[in-house]
């Protein structure tokens, strides 16, 4: 069966590289373009793994991984943080909120898809 990958990002250019290296490697994806619409999507759709952007209007992405670690149905769920900032105190709050690793845009797809392997088990 094929893993589901939930992207949230507010660029819709960034959701469209997402999805086409994610649908090239064989996994199925949600999109959500803020954090609250990500919240949205997981409650009708389990997702494998969760890559999310950390600036996003309406709910940055530190409130979406809190909300879905909150969430015992999401707790487990590998988060990838895919993001412009490369400051190690927003890596150290994005940790501390519950992300299992930090990605730095612009991303190389194999490297992405490599992570997610990992993450994803």
Do not use: C
Not at 49 to 74: A, K, Q, Y
Not at 101 to 114: A, E, N
Request: hydrophobic fraction near 40%.
């Amino acid at each position: 069966m094929r893993k589901t990958v939930l992207t949230v990002d507010d660029s819709r250019t960034m959701r469209e590289m997402l999805l086409l290296a994610l649908q090239d490697a064989g996994y199925h994806v949600l999109q959500a373009e803020d954090g609250l619409k990500g919240l949205e999507v997981l409650k009708d759709r389990p997702a494998d793994v969760i890559i999310t952007d950390i600036n996003m209007p309406r709910l940055d992405g530190f409130g979406f991984i809190e909300h879905v670690r909150r969430d015992s149905t999401h707790r487990a769920v590998p988060i990838l943080v895919l993001t412009t900032e490369s400051d190690a105190e927003k890596k150290s709050r994005a940790r501390s909120a519950g992300a299992t690793g930090w990605i730095v845009k612009p991303f190389h797809p194999v490297k992405l898809v490599d992570a997610i392997r990992r993450v994803a088990g």
